[in-house]
């Protein structure tokens, strides 16, 4: 499969479990974050990650400011005189 061409075939073979291991961590990791896909417009996931969280950010409306300091900020500690 892909798993094996795109990585055992080009790496060479591996001495031991532990280089398996480490080598299929990487592998995933990479598929998984940064490899471009062709159903996110040629972008890696982080990409998409983080622009969806951008526009959630920006699109959410302000907080309303009404009320007092005191109900704003409830644990804040007022001195009063």
């Known amino acids: 499969g892909l798993y094996k061409t795109e990585l055992i075939r080009r790496q060479g073979p591996c001495r031991t479990v532990e280089q398996v291991e480490l080598a299929t961590l990487e592998y995933v990791w990479w598929w998984n974050n940064q490899r471009l896909h062709?159903?996110?417009?040629?972008?890696?996931?982080?990409?998409?990650?983080?622009e969806y969280y951008a526009d959630q950010e920006s699109s959410q409306p302000a907080p309303a400011r009404q009320g007092s300091n005191e109900e704003?900020?409830?644990g804040r500690i007022t001195l009063r005189h």
């Open 72 to 74: 704003l900020n409830p």
């Open 38 to 50: 062709g159903e996110l417009a040629l972008r890696t996931p982080i990409e998409v990650e983080e």
